[in-house]
Structure formats: structure tokens, C-alpha cells
T-cell receptor, first 115, second 113 residues
Framework: GENVEQHPSTLSVQEGDSAVIKCTYSDSASNYFPWYKQELGKRPQLIID?????GEKKDQRIAVTLNKTAKHFSLHITETQPEDSAVYFCAASLRSGGGADGLTFGKGTHLIIQP | SAVISQKPSRDICQRGTSLTIQCQVD?????MFWYRQQPGQSLTLIATANQGSEATYESGFVIDKFPISRPNLTFSTLTVSNMSPEDSSIYLCSTRQGYTEAFFGQGTRLTVV
């Protein structure tokens, strides 16, 4: 089955600086890669996703890049703000013949924005 | 988007008992998923529930321990059976819109004593 590795486990950056979180996946058939933000005590919320036919996607301060050959994808957050502090999870999924599969998650990155 | 209501939000249970978690979606969906999130950890897929067929379990999870029902296209239940303290976790149900975004219920925080 799919295996997703995520690094770093903890990332502390100064407010206004950029943050980068990296993930690798093992199954070359995976074709959908979302990133979720989870605040303490809350459910995961999608912040951005990318499909395997796209190399990069951007939404305001957040961007995701995908390298299918190397089987890795990264989350980039620019101009970080205190409200960006949370745990971020990457995930991978493939589209099977019977319908959408569940997600395989990385272990998460605790992002801390220092004022 | 899909709105998912999950209950109970939390419970404290005695070891050896069972708890059934309910998940209601505000629209008809083909696939529903159940995840476990142990304290401070990531989410792990327990099983996929497709209406009208048996649930498909991931490695390490078995039907006797986590029986699932999927009686219609908007509802599913997960039962945690014969509980032990190791079952203390957050359990989340989820669905996907087509082949993209997954939405999650608010989770059930289970403590087994």
C-alpha cells in the first residue's frame, strides 16, 4: 500500500518568513495530493490540493509543488502569520476503478509561528 | 461541500464494552471513510464503507473489532467493540466529493478506562 513520509515533524519560523514542508510517497499510481491544516481540538481542513497532471498550484500565500518523477510534493507558506500555527498533514490517494480511495496521511508537521 | 455530523463528540467508556459512533452527511455520497487519530498522531484509515456492500478494512483493522454499517447513502456507523485503553483515540468519519476533497466530521474523542 501507499506510504507517505513527512518532514520536518516540527517547524518554527519567525512571523513574516516562509515555511516549507516536504512529503514523499511510495505508490507511483497515487494521483491526488491534498494538504490539511488541523488546529487543536478541531477537524482537519483542506488548505490546498494538487493532482498528478499539474506541477504547481498556488492560492494566495499557499503553494504546493509536485515532482512525480521523484515522488515528492511540498507545501510552501509565504508571509507567515500567527494564525498559520497548527499541525499540517500531507496525504496521498489514488483513484481506483471502484471510486475514490481513502487518504494515506503523513505523520504531520507542527508549525509554530514566532512573533 | 459536504457537511458531516458525527456523534457522540466524546465519551468515556469502561473496558470490555462497545461504543457505536454515528455519522450523518447532508447529501448522498457513495463512499464514506473511517479514520483513527491517536493522541498527538496522524490519521490512519480504518475502513471504507460503500453503501450496499461490506466495508473494506485496512491492514491491522478487522471487522470483529470495528464493525461498520452503511444502511443508506447519507449515514454510517462505526462500532468499537470490546474496548481496551489502547482504543482511546479520536475517531473521524469522512467522505469525498468525487475524487477530490475529503470532508471530515468533528470527530469522536473516546477514552477507555
Amino acid at each position: 500500500g501507499e506510504n507517505v513520509e513527512q518532514h520536518p515533524s516540527t517547524l518554527s519560523v519567525q512571523e513574516g518568513d516562509s515555511a516549507v514542508i516536504k512529503c514523499t510517497y511510495s505508490d507511483s499510481a497515487s494521483n491526488y495530493f491534498p494538504w490539511y491544516k488541523q488546529e487543536l481540538g478541531k477537524r482537519p481542513q483542506l488548505i490546498i490540493d494538487i493532482r498528478s497532471n499539474v506541477g504547481e498550484k498556488k492560492d494566495q500565500r499557499i503553494a504546493v509543488t509536485l515532482n512525480k518523477t521523484a515522488k515528492h510534493f511540498s507545501l510552501h507558506i509565504t508571509e507567515t502569520q500567527p494564525e498559520d500555527s497548527a499541525v499540517y498533514f500531507c496525504a496521498a490517494s489514488l483513484r481506483s476503478g471502484g471510486g475514490a480511495d481513502g487518504l494515506t496521511f503523513g505523520k504531520g508537521t507542527h508549525l509554530i509561528i514566532q512573533p | 461541500s459536504a457537511v458531516i455530523s458525527q456523534k457522540p463528540s466524546r465519551d468515556i467508556c469502561q473496558r470490555g464494552t462497545s461504543l457505536t459512533i454515528q455519522c450523518q452527511v447532508d447529501s448522498q455520497v457513495t463512499m464514506m471513510f473511517w479514520y483513527r487519530q491517536q493522541p498527538g498522531q496522524s490519521l490512519t484509515l480504518i475502513a471504507t464503507a460503500n453503501q450496499g456492500s461490506e466495508a473494506t478494512y485496512e491492514s491491522g483493522f478487522v471487522i470483529d473489532k470495528f464493525p461498520i454499517s452503511r444502511p443508506n447513502l447519507t449515514f454510517s456507523t462505526l462500532t468499537v467493540s470490546n474496548m481496551s485503553p489502547e482504543d482511546s483515540s479520536i475517531y473521524l468519519c469522512s467522505t469525498r466529493q468525487g475524487y477530490t476533497e475529503a470532508f471530515f466530521g468533528q470527530g469522536t474523542r473516546l477514552t477507555v478506562v
